[in-house]
């Protein structure tokens, strides 16, 4: 049977919520996993709910933490799965390398720095414009800068 990794996506809760905080990760990398069974417990300004395994398969990769804050639409698990329906979520590190293989977990070039809408909000509201921050240290899921990062990062500034 032939498996490929995918990439979850934070779900949509309708045209005003654009993103959810992680409360809770049932789940972690090595873990099988059947299609219906509780991952996450997500919230929205407007709900809390259980995020449910699109299929079975393998837990490959968590890249979320509770207390993030994540776009909807953004990758925050990976499962390796045999479901050809889901195929359209293929990684695509899978796509690439021609089979499921997890990402390496490598620091990012300041370049290519991905924030994490609550970390974005932080720097705005601190007056800063986060694509010009070079020297954060992103230590959020994936590699990404979350809010933390950007507390760390004020803090560390008006020493």
């Keep these: 049977m032939d498996t490929f990794l995918i990439d979850v996506p934070m779900p949509s809760m309708g045209a005003t919520v654009n993103e959810l905080t992680v409360i809770a990760v049932k789940t972690q990398p090595g873990e099988a996993v059947k299609k219906g069974q509780k991952l996450a417990e ?5 709900s809390v709910f259980e995020f449910e395994a699109p299929c079975d398969g393998t837990i ?3 890249l979320v933490k509770a207390g993030d804050v994540i776009a909807s639409g953004a ?8 479901d050809a329906s889901l195929r359209h979520l293929e990684s695509k590190a899978t796509a690439k390398a021609g089979g499921a293989t997890a990402p390496a977990a490598a620091p990012m070039p300041a370049a290519a720095l991905v924030w994490t809408p609550r970390a974005v909000k932080l720097a705005q509201e601190a ?7 070079t020297d954060i240290e992103a230590t959020g899921p994936g590699g990404r800068v979350s809010g933390d990062d950007v507390t760390r990062y004020l803090a560390s500034r008006k020493s």
């Design 60 to 62: 490959r990769g968590v």
């Design 75 to 82: 990758p925050f698990l990976q499962i390796e799965t045999a």
């Design 42 to 46: 997500l919230e929205s300004d407007k």
């Design 127 to 133: 007056g800063l414009d986060h694509t010009q921050i």
